[in-house]
């Protein structure tokens, strides 16, 4: 069983940055693809980022040059720094991996609010 367990979320002025992080309970080069997802109340569960077992990352066009995803192999995380954040950017931001049998996991979710 996997699990993927996220943290670092909370309440920033509009501007500010915060340091998402996803565990995962077994090394994160057992997945082919781990990522950031963020649902804001009302709306459809968007991609924010994307990090391929290969390294190869993809960026929502709405995050780009703001957000930055990386991993450590050591701690079997999987991060995402966010700079510049935008009121826009509130939503519940969840961690989401999938390994090479296409099976799909996700984190329970961690709030992220941004103030005007």
């Known amino acids: 069983q996997v699990q993927l367990v996220e943290s670092g979320g909370g309440l920033v002025q509009a501007g500010g940055s915060l340091r998402l992080s996803c565990a995962a309970s077994?090394?994160?080069?057992?997945?082919?693809?781990m990522g950031w997802y963020h649902q804001a109340p009302g709306k459809q569960r968007d991609l924010v980022a994307t990090?391929?077992?290969?390294?190869?990352?993809n960026y929502a066009d709405s995050v780009r040059g703001r957000f930055t995803i990386s991993r450590d192999s050591v701690r079997n995380t999987v991060n995402l720094q966010m700079d510049s954040l935008k009121p826009e950017d509130t939503a519940v931001y969840y961690c989401?991996?999938?390994?090479?049998?296409?099976?799909?996991?996700w984190g329970q979710g961690t709030q992220v609010t941004v103030s005007s």
């Open positions: 989401e991996a999938e390994d090479f049998g296409r099976n799909g996991y």
């Open positions: 990090i391929t077992n290969g390294g190869r990352k």
């Open positions: 077994r090394s994160i080069f057992d997945f082919s693809v």
